[in-house]
């Protein structure tokens, strides 16, 4: 190709990128309740990670934000005994270890017709869950997890749930971790999550 050629192609996939950033901004009906420093979480089909993943150290007392889910987290599974995994949310590890060992996090799926959240613990790789309550499509919810000696408190709106905490570290040490799908399967189609840090 020719630098000509290069620069036309590299012009036209960055306005491609803006207007798909344009179609997915307008899509959640109450999306001005979530509005300002929120961000798009995209988990694109055929993935399990989404586009915005990465490395961030954190330590918390507590970790709070506002989500909203649209119409996207409406799947079904290929298999059907896979529609029962819990996909993950938001969350962090903890112990100054990888999150498989300690870590706690918000998880969701859609199952009977319903969007479910839940509870998702690690303690010395063992794993807990619990579900928390039924989210409504296009509606925000304050989130948060609060860490103790002893516990983790997931808190939703008003409903607070406690989870062991085994961690020996005086608050969540560890890493952030973002929205994942799966699980066995991957994406069965672009899920769209927005979350604004508070």
């Known amino acids: 190709m020719t630098p000509r050629q290069i620069i036309t192609a590299v012009t036209l996939l960055f306005a491609f990128s803006l207007g798909d950033c344009r179609k997915i901004n307008l899509t959640p009906k109450n999306r001005n309740n979530i509005s300002g420093k929120a961000i798009v979480y995209i988990i694109r089909k055929g993935n399990h990670e989404c586009d915005q993943h990465g490395y961030s ?33 938001f969350g962090f590890s903890d112990n100054n270890s990888d999150h498989h060992s300690f870590s706690a996090r918000f998880g969701w799926r859609w199952e009977n017709n ?39 408190l997931f808190t939703v709106n008003d409903i607070s749930v406690s989870m062991p905490r085994l961690s020996t570290t005086a608050t969540g040490n560890g890493y952030k971790l973002y929205p994942y799908f799966g699980g066995d399967e991957t994406a069965p189609h672009d899920i769209r999550i927005w979350i604004k840090e508070l």
């Open 57 to 89: 150290a954190v330590q918390y007392t507590e970790q709070k934000f506002k989500v909203l889910f649209d119409s996207s987290a409406i799947y079904k599974a290929l298999t059907p005994g896979n529609q029962f995994d819990i996909h993950k949310l």
């Open 114 to 152: 319903a969007l479910r959240l839940f509870t998702y613990v690690y303690n010395n790789r063992v794993l807990s869950k619990k579900e928390i309550m039924i989210l409504k499509i296009d509606s925000t919810y304050d989130c948060s997890i609060a860490v103790s000696k002893e516990q983790y």
